[in-house]
């Protein structure tokens, strides 16, 4: 196998370690020249990298070249793959993106809801200068985003990059709930082959099997019904707000028995429930500051203290191999099933053609070959449409710069669905974006 160069953009994220760690278990299966990573913020950045040398001479010896950069032109001149996961404002704008809609009752979610909104708008101008560099200095390097929110971005960048399809959009949440249902089965989560249709942190899965075709579905549900539903990846397992998240998954299964869904979902099921359930003063924003982000940096300081991981846990994570692997599979065309967001194009026959759905593919070295699903109940195509014209709203909004749009994008939403509501906390989200947001007209 021809080893590749690999980018990973916003390399200061707290995500960027795992990452690591998953590199190293992967390389094998993907085996690497080269990892640059590249950020606009150098000292956040810096923080990350200098640990990630010292990991990386430690337990990637054969790698040649590693490096960090806030210049795009050495950090894409020679890349093959690109992982793109920047958060445009960073947490301290996430932050504000869940509390401000919380003030007014409604939903504080950094993808779903008004913040997702929010956290989009500031996304999607970023998003495509970031596409437009990476092509100007490699244009057939595979771009793997997984940038949120995922949906929204997904839908500006189609309509940017229309034929662009090495850009690929990607989530680890479906994985993340199969690693969950393979414990509980007692698997390992690459024998499940799963079946599911919907839009990006908005989906079912529809079926389960294993890789002799035996169907697992139903003893999954029993399972989560009888024995509850925990996360079991190591980068969430014992954390307490996915365990409720997760926990959550069983209620919705008791409501809606027919598919299994995404954990997101329950923002817009019982939206009014989890609105009252959160708190204002430590949003996730807030637990992922003091938690992850904290033991992160403490973990890079420990490692760059001994020159040597002997006194840290470091631990490759779903989120790293599903990512990893599947930008193997698109470069050495193993043709693998994923789930990743695609255009619809009739794969979902009751959905619009131009829709990005979030299908099962094989991730071939021509892009995504998505799997037909044929037509879907009336719940789900009802739930869908109005979150689908939510999305597209935001978008248009964006590139109209229409506050009219906007308005009626989160009054489409079913985390808000009153007007006044939607009004008040779109002026204050206007307020706090100053300087990321488009000025908008009215
Ligand atoms: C899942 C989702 C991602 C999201 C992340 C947030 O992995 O798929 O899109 O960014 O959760 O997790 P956090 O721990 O930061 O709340
Ligand atoms: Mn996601």
């Not at 599911?196 to 899965?205: A, E, R």
């Not at 959905?351 to 995504?368: I, R, S, W």
Request: aromatic letters at 10%; proline letters at 4%; hydrophobic letters at 40%.
């Amino acid at each position: 196998m021809e080893r590749k160069n690999l980018v990973i953009a916003g390399g200061g994220s707290t995500y960027t370690l795992g990452m690591i760690k998953s590199l190293i278990s992967e390389k094998d299966n993907f085996p690497l020249r080269s990892i640059i990573f590249f950020d606009n913020d150098e000292k956040r950045q810096t923080q990350i990298a200098e640990a990630a040398e010292i990991i990386l001479k430690e337990q990637y010896p054969e790698l040649e070249h590693f490096d960090c950069t806030t210049d795009k032109k050495t950090a894409f001149q020679k890349a093959d793959v690109v992982f793109v996961q920047i958060r445009t404002g960073g947490l301290k704008m996430r932050e504000l993106d869940e509390q401000i809609p919380l003030r007014h009752g409604v939903v504080g979610q950094e993808t779903c809801g008004p913040g997702g909104m929010a956290y989009g708008f500031r996304s999607i101008k970023d998003m495509i200068q970031l596409v437009n560099d990476i092509r100007f200095y490699a244009k057939d390097a595979w771009i793997l985003n997984y940038t949120n929110p995922a949906a929204i971005v997904a839908e500006a960048l189609r309509r940017v990059f229309p034929d662009d399809y090495k850009l690929v959009n990607i989530c680890d949440m479906p994985i993340a709930i199969m690693h969950s249902y393979a414990s509980l089965l007692d698997m390992d989560v690459w024998d499940l082959v799963p079946e599911y249709f919907g839009l990006n942190h908005f989906g079912w899965f529809t079926k389960l099997e294993d890789l002799q075709g035996n169907d697992l579905t139903n003893r999954i549900k029993e399972k989560i019904i009888h024995e509850g539903f925990v996360p079991t990846d190591s980068e969430i397992a014992n954390d307490v707000s996915w365990k409720k998240t997760f926990e959550q998954a069983r209620n919705m299964l008791l409501d809606f028995p027919e598919y299994l869904p995404n954990t997101y979902l329950q923002y817009y099921l019982y939206p009014e429930e989890l609105a009252e359930k959160e708190s204002i003063n430590n949003t996730r924003a807030r637990q992922v500051i003091n938690g992850r982000e904290k033991r992160v940096h403490e973990t890079c300081r420990q490692i760059c203290k001994d020159k040597s991981t002997e006194n840290v846990i470091l631990e490759s994570d779903i989120h790293g191999v599903y990512m990893v692997r599947a930008a193997a599979s698109f470069v050495y065309n193993h043709k693998e099933l994923y789930i990743v967001m695609v255009e619809n194009n009739g794969v979902i026959a009751n959905l619009p053609k131009e829709a990005m759905v979030e299908v099962p593919a094989l991730l071939t070295v021509n892009g995504p070959k998505p799997l037909a699903i044929g037509e879907i109940p009336i719940f789900y195509k009802g739930l869908i449409e109005a979150q689908l014209a939510y999305e597209q709203l935001v978008a248009d909004a964006y590139f109209e710069r229409s506050y009219h749009k906007l308005l009626q994008a989160l009054t489409l939403n079913r985390t808000v669905v009153d007007t006044d509501k939607a009004k008040a906390i779109l002026d204050d989200l206007i307020q706090a974006n100053e300087g990321y947001w488009p000025e908008l007209q009215k």
